[in-house]
């Protein structure tokens, strides 16, 4: 019998996860049916619960409904849980397991894809919404030398430094507080590789040899990347493997077999020129 999985957001048409999942089951011989959804911006609660008495067995979610994947979980996972979001759930009768998948799946495009090994590295994280929140706990596990946290208003990046503080040791502030510091690898966690915008970061912030990182992905080069490159970074990546990472990770929750990656990566990435 066909398992059925789906990936719900609003919008959804330009979800690659279809593509992603259907490689994946054709490379492990599993049964599964994958489709998009997109779910009314008031009606993602309802849309899940209908999808789940129609059969479903899981579902991936994107913006901007992760927050409330995580409200309807019953069983929310420490990842989740500490997030305070959710990228993936999984039915199993009445019961809505959540956990998110967005951090490890960073870590392993960046360590094992990039060969980008993150201990002893200094770290920059630049934004403070949900999507520097869903990665910094995976980050902050592979033993960083430092790991910071900047924000146009710096407010919003010393709370999220608050929340993290028994879990991980971070420092924040404004883009103005990272002149005079750089970074081996720079991780773009805003939303500026969708607008076009550029970011005011000072001089010096990326250390000679770094890695510039645009969690977008199939943009080319976005503002963030061609900065890095007018300050002479060599190595520069978009998020194509951090999607397909975090997508293995969620079928291997629901299926039980871990896919490889690399084939697909290669298939969906967008040469950076």
Known sequence: MT??????????G???SPLIHRLFAQATAQDID????????DGFKQTVLGFRAEGGRGVNVTLPFK???FEIATDPSDRARLAG???????EGERIRADNFDGVGLVNDLQRNLDCP??????LLLGAGGATRGVLL???????AGLWIANRTADKAHALRQDFAAHAALHSGGFEALAGHSFDVVINATSTGLTQEALPLPAGVFAPGALAYEMVYGKGLTPF????????????ADGVGMLVEQAAEAFVWWRGVRPDTRAVIDRLTVPLV
């Not at 995976?138 to 960083?144: K, L």
């Not at 990347?225 to 520069?236: C, E, I, N, P, T």
């Open 85 to 91: 979001a959710a990228n993936c759930l999984k039915f």
């Open 34 to 41: 994958y489709t998009a959804i997109e779910a009314p911006l």
């Open 118 to 123: 993150l201990a002893g590295k200094r770290v």
């Open 138 to 144: 995976p980050i902050a596990a592979e033993q960083a």
């Open 67 to 69: 927050l409330q994947a």
């Open 3 to 12: 398992d059925r999985y789906a990936v719900l957001g609003h919008p959804i």
């Open 225 to 236: 990347l061609q900065q890095a490159r007018a300050a002479g970074v060599q190595r520069v």
């Open 14 to 16: 330009h979800s690659k």
